[in-house]
């Protein structure tokens, strides 16, 4: 039996969206909104409707009858109150409630995801899911704990992309994602490492941990940083900002895109060369300090995102993690398609879908 499968991946000022019939793209579509409509809004939350009004038109536009459509695969929020695991999740009440409440979710545009879905399926009468937000893991206890009493680790990465090229190497191979060990790093606007043992995520290092990427800062040595945030140079805003959006490559070349970086290098630009190798220097940091967690042998490390397209970043971070374990380089990112075969297999029954509940005693 197939299956007609809606994805909804919100981002800041876009919707993309697509439908698929099992694997095969019948459509996609980028739906772009207005910023000035957008901000109107008082919350990222009360996005949803206005939004939704819009994908009902692309779909419309491009022949798609919205009764053929059996389940809806959504962009998973930062949903940090209780935990969440990787895998799927179904839209149900308290998780609709739980992505417009700032106490247990970050605000980011992927919290509509969920809410957008839980509109198409009270109106169609199917199912809707989050499939491996960015906030999902099962961190241990231990690696939860920092140095400070009111700092504790989440864990946050780009876990639909890290785990669908997983699940696509381990195929690839002849063989399933729970049966292997394996790192994955995402390299785009932002870069995380994922550790996954035996299909489970144990461990992350996000963009604002250890390694710079192409637009955020990164770790820094705690001291000077402090410093710097109370030296009266920048607002929090400004701060927040160098930290996800103006810091790492762009803030020491003025451009987040690597192929301008890799022009720049060509043209024989040593700064452009200097920052790339330090982007390959700091990831290969990030995949070491992730390889030592694992008690078992380490079956390939994966490479992906945009960046992954840069040799002079791949080819650099080979030479330092390849006596780790294999490299494999998998360029691009597939959330759309993620998103859709997590829901094959869910719809299949290869996969159950979790139930999210809210905090015991929960109040608004």
Same mark, same amino acid.
């Given at each position: 039996m197939s299956y007609r499968i809606l994805v909804v991946n919100p981002g800041s000022t876009t919707t993309k969206i697509a439908v698929y019939d099992d694997s095969n793209a019948v459509i996609t579509v980028n739906v772009e909104h207005d910023t000035k409509k957008?901000?109107?809004?008082? %919350?990222?939350?009360?996005?949803?409707?206005?939004?939704?009004?819009?994908? !009902? %038109?692309?779909? &419309? /536009?491009?022949?798609? /009858?919205? !009764?053929?459509?059996?389940?809806? @695969?959504?962009?998973?929020?930062?949903?940090?109150?209780?935990?969440? %695991?990787?895998?799927?999740?179904?839209?149900? *009440? /308290? =998780?609709?409630?739980?992505? &417009?409440?700032?106490? =247990?979710? &970050?605000?980011?545009?992927? +919290?509509?995801?969920?809410?957008?879905?839980?509109?198409? #399926?009270?109106? +169609?009468?199917v199912p809707a899911y989050i499939y491996d937000a960015p906030s999902a893991g099962e961190l241990t206890e231990v690696g939860k704990i920092t140095g400070f009493t009111d700092i504790v680790r989440r864990g946050t990465a780009h876990v639909l992309n890290a785990r669908s090229m997983a699940i696509r190497y381990a195929e690839s191979v002849g063989k399933k994602a729970k049966? @292997?060990?394996?790192?994955?790093?995402? $390299?785009?606007?932002?870069? #995380?490492?994922?550790?996954?043992?035996?299909?489970? =995520?144990?461990?992350?290092i996000g963009d604002d941990e250890l390694h710079m990427s192409a637009e955020r800062a990164g770790g820094a040595p705690l001291v000077q940083f402090t410093e710097l945030c109370y030296s009266g140079k920048y607002t929090e805003a400004e701060m927040k900002k160098i930290l996800r959006g103006k810091g790492g490559m762009f803030a020491h070349l003025g451009t987040a895109d690597g192929r301008a970086a *890799?022009? $720049?290098?060509?043209?024989?630009? *040593?700064?452009? %060369?200097?920052?790339?190798?330090?982007?390959?220097?700091?990831?290969s940091k990030s995949i070491g300090a992730l390889s030592g967690i694992f008690k078992e042998k380490i079956d390939v490390i994966i490479l992906t995102g945009g960046l992954a397209h840069s040799k002079i970043v791949t080819e650099e971070i080979k030479a330092y993690v390849s006596p780790i374990a294999p490299v494999e380089i998998l360029p691009g990112e597939s959330e759309m398609i993620a998103l859709a075969e997590g829901g094959i297999r869910i719809m299949k029954g290869e996969e159950e879908a979790m139930v999210y509940k809210l905090p015991e005693g929960y109040q608004k």
């Amino acid at each position: 039996m197939s299956y007609r499968i809606l994805v909804v991946n919100p981002g800041s000022t876009t919707t993309k969206i697509a439908v698929y019939d099992d694997s095969n793209a019948v459509i996609t579509v980028n739906v772009e909104h207005d910023t000035k409509k957008l901000a109107e809004f008082a %919350k990222m939350a009360d996005q949803a409707p206005y939004r939704m009004e819009y994908i !009902s %038109k692309a779909l &419309a /536009d491009n022949n798609i /009858d919205e !009764s053929t459509i059996d389940c809806i @695969m959504c962009r998973g929020g930062l949903v940090y109150v209780p935990p969440i %695991k990787s895998g799927g999740y179904i839209v149900n *009440e /308290d =998780l609709y409630i739980a992505l &417009a409440d700032e106490k =247990l979710t &970050a605000t980011h545009a992927s +919290l509509l995801g969920g809410r957008i879905g839980k509109q198409f #399926s009270d109106k +169609l009468g199917v199912p809707a899911y989050i499939y491996d937000a960015p906030s999902a893991g099962e961190l241990t206890e231990v690696g939860k704990i920092t140095g400070f009493t009111d700092i504790v680790r989440r864990g946050t990465a780009h876990v639909l992309n890290a785990r669908s090229m997983a699940i696509r190497y381990a195929e690839s191979v002849g063989k399933k994602a729970k049966d @292997m060990n394996i790192i994955v790093g995402h $390299m785009g606007g932002g870069c #995380s490492v994922t550790a996954l043992k035996h299909g489970v =995520l144990i461990e992350t290092i996000g963009d604002d941990e250890l390694h710079m990427s192409a637009e955020r800062a990164g770790g820094a040595p705690l001291v000077q940083f402090t410093e710097l945030c109370y030296s009266g140079k920048y607002t929090e805003a400004e701060m927040k900002k160098i930290l996800r959006g103006k810091g790492g490559m762009f803030a020491h070349l003025g451009t987040a895109d690597g192929r301008a970086a *890799e022009k $720049m290098v060509a043209e024989g630009n *040593e700064k452009a %060369k200097l920052v790339l190798n330090t982007i390959s220097y700091g990831m290969s940091k990030s995949i070491g300090a992730l390889s030592g967690i694992f008690k078992e042998k380490i079956d390939v490390i994966i490479l992906t995102g945009g960046l992954a397209h840069s040799k002079i970043v791949t080819e650099e971070i080979k030479a330092y993690v390849s006596p780790i374990a294999p490299v494999e380089i998998l360029p691009g990112e597939s959330e759309m398609i993620a998103l859709a075969e997590g829901g094959i297999r869910i719809m299949k029954g290869e996969e159950e879908a979790m139930v999210y509940k809210l905090p015991e005693g929960y109040q608004k």
